[in-house]
């Protein structure tokens, strides 16, 4: 039986426009003639190059290896040659290394894994080297290696395992569908990461407008020990630290992660590649994207293989009825705005958005009026109209002081901004302005 969740402090409402893809299943993206797979996917170290221009690969053999421990292996996405290695528009706008997969038609996988079928009877560090191996990354936009979430160091003593469903990023719904159409795989995903914990269960946190998607993982969850959590609709309900709140009650530190308070986080989407890697064999080479938004002629979700330009996901889409004002990989609330169709679907790529003209302002940012609704909103209990002034005048040692490093960039005082200041961007620059001072200092 549920308990009843706790309500963060914070939080907006914004309208989540999710209707326009979340009755639509899970396609299967066809065979294209060409894959532009950027290397670096992963927070930490990136992997490095085994291939060459001219080299014959299969689908799913390593193109690189693990450039360290906070790092994972890439892998081909279809059988073909290296046609180049050379840069792409990477996602934050800079050129980005990458390795081009043409492909001989024949999508012929290479040598797969070794299923591990009795997972339940086979060693912890065995199934964690397997998620290691596949090269699984936090896929609900992070990226970060999963292998380490799945590492706590000694003495930290981890007792709760928390799937986040909550997918509270409005107009994306790719992990609803995976929810709705593969609930055995996420919940078996879920028993497989318990498992490498030391852990004999484990709860899914979803927000209630997913009541589909509730009722199928009630369906296979019990069978498994792991919990269905109902969740009230409040963004940002996903962010880690207040999806632990809701459901344990318990605090993150500022500065402190999830296992500082015993719990660890995973993705719906990286439960189902866990799954796929140990029970099937299978590396980390493909993940269902929400392409939508009211420009979009046939809104949607997509299974793309990574390597997938942005341009041929529309394309699949049905192509665009208006030309939109804004695309933006991820929501519309922590997505990043693109300026190419040359970036191209990474393993963290939860949604492709189109911003219509008609949904968007051109405002200018007016001086600040202290009324308050950043703080209100503000999930992390900062001031958010105190820092950006201070980031304005380039005191970053002064919002440093007053725990911009803290934000989880959710955007809701943005939101509410009735002088529609660049809040979320203002503590972005903070925080690059401190790393790079820190690094200098190092």
Excluded at 164 to 183: F, I, K, S
Excluded at 250 to 261: A, F, N, S, T
Aim: one cysteine or more.
């Amino acid at each position: 039986m549920s308990e009843k969740p706790r309500k963060f402090k914070g939080g907006v409402h914004p309208n989540d426009s999710k209707a326009l893809s979340a009755s639509k299943a899970i396609q299967d993206a066809p065979l294209l003639d060409a894959y532009t797979v950027i290397m670096h996917q992963n927070i930490g170290a990136p992997p490095e190059l085994l291939v060459k221009k001219g080299d014959a690969v299969k689908k799913g053999q390593l193109l690189a290896k693990a450039g360290g421990f906070v790092s994972v292996p890439l892998h081909s996405p279809t059988s073909g040659t290296v046609g180049a290695i050379d840069k792409c528009p990477g996602p934050t706008g800079i050129a980005v290394p990458a390795i081009t997969i043409n492909s001989d038609g024949e999508d012929e996988w290479g040598s797969l894994f070794e299923p591990i079928s009795d997972w339940k009877n086979t060693a912890p560090a065995d199934l964690k080297q397997r998620v290691w191996d596949a090269g699984i990354v936090g896929m609900g936009g992070a990226g970060f290696p999963s292998h380490v979430k799945l590492s706590p160091p000694e003495g930290k003593g981890i007792d709760t395992l928390i799937l986040n469903g909550a997918e509270c990023e409005p107009y994306l719904t790719a992990d609803h569908r995976l929810m709705v159409e593969q609930p055995k795989d996420v919940v078996l995903g879920a028993a497989i990461i318990a498992r490498i914990l030391g852990l004999d269960s484990a709860v899914i946190g979803i927000e209630e407008n997913k009541p589909d998607a509730i009722a199928e993982l009630q369906k296979v969850a019990g069978e498994y020990n792991v919990r269905v959590q109902p969740l009230p609709v409040n963004y940002p309900q996903g962010a880690e630290k207040q999806l632990i709140y809701a459901i344990t009650g318990r605090e993150v530190p500022v500065g402190k992660l999830p296992m500082d308070v015993k719990c660890v986080v995973q993705n719906i989407a990286s439960a189902v590649a866990v799954f796929e890697a140990v029970v099937k064999g299978i590396p980390s080479i493909e993940r269902v994207t929400t392409v939508t938004g009211k420009p979009i002629v046939h809104p949607g979700n997509w299974r793309f293989r990574i390597g997938t330009p942005i341009s041929k996901a529309l394309e699949l889409a049905g192509g665009i009825n208006e030309q939109p004002a804004k695309l933006l990989l991820g929501g519309p609330m922590m997505g990043i705005a693109q300026s190419s169709l040359g970036v191209t679907v990474m393993k963290n790529t939860s949604g492709i958005l189109l911003i219509a003209r008609d949904e968007v302002s051109l405002y200018t940012s007016e001086p600040c009026i202290r009324c308050g609704r950043c703080v209100d909103a503000c999930p992390m209990d900062i001031l958010p109209a105190t820092i950006s002034q201070a980031v304005e005048n380039k005191r970053f040692d002064w919002a440093e002081e007053l725990n911009v490093m803290a934000c989880i960039e959710c955007g809701s005082c943005s939101y509410v901004c009735p002088s529609h200041r660049p809040l979320n961007q203002h503590f972005k620059w903070a925080k690059v302005e401190i790393q790079s001072k820190l690094r200098r200092r190092n």
